[in-house]
């Protein structure tokens, strides 16, 4: 058994500081070598130390135990924390107790002497042990019907909806029938999102036991009597990895590879991820016990915060102020891993398959909101955004920003009489659209996207005067980050006119201006070239023959008045002609 605190006392990870929570775990390997218990504790760590949560709840200790505790052990552990709570006032435990009767007993008698019992998963042995009359006891459990569908919605994706061919099905069932739902609502999903597309079971069972070995005997066996089986839906990563090695051995290595494989728990990071980069599992669920901030620990403090401040001493007193509480299990979001993260992503903030409400529409220019976007659902994303409905989305607090820059401007030609110049540019554009997030543990990257698929500016050069301006002489895709952050780049040729002003010549200066401006009113989208990503100005890369040109030019530069001075010519911003000292300098 292995503790970890602060400053211990008597008894080891039991701390000086009072009224603490308590984080135990019954996994010791998966809490110890693949950091479990650090994630717990700084999700923990996190999550308390918010602002709206009182003293009682303020601190806390994380203690590791074996899953094959002793019941005399596991009392040693509960037993400080027991004589804590009475000396000190008010404790709480948070537990992952698994299936373990010896955790549950000594879990049990901590709530029945006044301790708040919190559990992640749901589990009836508890319900034996307590008095919901008199103690304290809340689980809290990962939506699996919400979850288990974006999984079918994944598989859709994934199998196509123009694909003709049946979807033939194995399915593999744990001991734990409370489990059959990331199953069966797999398949509700798929069906939900592709109604056109045959999907039948083929193969289906309740395997005796958790390990991935029951999981490859029984597929190796399912492969051996029909081969033409699609995919294969687990309700555990550990079953995920076994049909893996199953198809691996009775497949050849083409056809192993096309088969699609569900797995679930996500709990072993390091061992399911290989699988999931190599596309051999096309999807497991994270419930998000070891991401701070989110899941259950958005919750948790919360909950903390309501025992604390409304005295409740028993789950009747929750539940009677929670009324949409079901039974005592508070459900939270967990998410969905794909193996193809990008394809995933851009299929959810687009809205297909019936993700989103609706479907994204690029035509609507993105408003602004206060929150920060980069961990919410998308399905939360409408309700965010619905009081700017109500406003009419009007007014400063409501313009579009888009933040523009300007770079690589190649001046070919400049014409002094006829007030004209001609250049090419790129046109670097950054913008926030709250629509286009996604949890960055999902996926902690960027997508790139075609203009046509996403809103973006509408930009006209004011000062052109070419019959046919090349706005798309070039352009990128639209970069998009998680957070919703946008960045556009466009390429643009033209004839620009300048009013060219010639006295004092030779000492003349031009000041010629590039007048970039948008078609959209001025109180919904706003240009700004002065703050953001590109404050930091532009630079001029290539003027005509007989030309010189400056260094970069700083964003604050126009409207300056005056020649710079002869020391300072090659410092300046702008394009000089070598034979005189005319001055050429374009701003924005």
Known sequence: ????????????????????????????????????QVALAEAAAHSISSATIISNFSSFTCIDHDPFESQTNMDAIVDPIIARHSA??????????GFRHTVHMALARAAREGVAVLQFESNELIRYLVDFNQDLVLQFTSNEFTLSSL????????????????????????PDKKQDIRINGT?????????????????????????????????????????????????SDAFAIGTVA??????????????????????????ITPYLFADRVFATVDDLSTTDNVGAWSSIPKVLDLISSNQWTATTDVQAAL??????????????????????????????????????????????????FRD?????????????????????????????????VVVQEIDVPANTFQAT????????????????????????????????????????????????????????????????????????????????????????YLNLSTEAAADKVVLDATTGVYARGWNISAVPEGFKYAKDCPSSYAGDEGLPAESDLADSCGVYEESDSTFFRPST
């Open 1 to 36: 058994m292995r503790r970890v605190g602060h400053r211990p006392v008597s008894v080891p990870g039991i701390t000086e500081c009072e009224r603490r929570i308590y984080l135990t775990d019954t996994d010791l390997p998966r809490c110890a070598e693949d950091g479990y």
């Open 88 to 97: 000190s006032g008010r404790m709480a435990i948070v537990s992952y107790p």
């Open 151 to 174: 999984v079918g919605t994944e598989l859709c994706r994934r199998w196509g909806r123009d694909n003709t061919k049946p979807l033939r099905l194995a399915a593999l069932y744990s």
């Open 187 to 235: 398949i509700t999903g798929f069906q939900n999102s592709c109604p056109e597309r045959y999907v039948t079971v083929v193969f289906e069972t309740r395997l005796a036991g958790f390990t991935r070995s029951l999981a490859q005997t029984y597929m190796e066996n399912a492969l051996l009597v029909d081969d033409s089986i699609s995919g294969v839906l687990t309700t």
């Open 246 to 271: 199953a198809a691996d051995a009775m497949l050849v290595p083409d056809r192993a590879r096309t088969l699609y494989i569900s797995g679930w728990g996500h709990t072993d990071k390091a061992e």
């Open 323 to 372: 009324p949409n509480l079901r039974d005592i299990a508070l459900s939270f979001s967990g998410a969905v891993i794909p193996s193809d993260k990008e394809g995933h992503v851009i299929d959810a903030v687009l809205g297909r398959h019936g993700v989103l409400d609706s479907a994204y529409n690029p035509e609507v220019r993105p408003l602004p909101v206060s929150a920060d």
């Open 376 to 408: 919410v659902y998308p399905s939360r994303r409408r309700e965010l955004q619905a009081p700017c409905s109500l406003q009419h989305c009007t007014g400063p607090d409501w313009r579009t920003v888009v933040y523009v820059g300007l770079n690589e």
């Open 425 to 512: 540019f790129w046109i670097y554009l950054q913008w926030k659209d709250a629509r286009l997030t996604w949890p960055s543990y999902v996926y902690n990257g960027t997508i790139q996207l075609s203009k046509e698929r996403v809103w973006t500016p509408e930009l006209f050069m004011q000062n052109h005067l070419s019959e046919v301006m090349e706005r798309e002489a070039g352009e990128t895709l639209v970069t998009v980050e998680s957070n919703g952050w946008a960045t556009w780049s466009q390429k643009i040729t033209g004839e620009f006119d300048c009013e060219m002003r010639i006295e004092p010549y030779p000492f003349d200066i031009h000041t010629c």
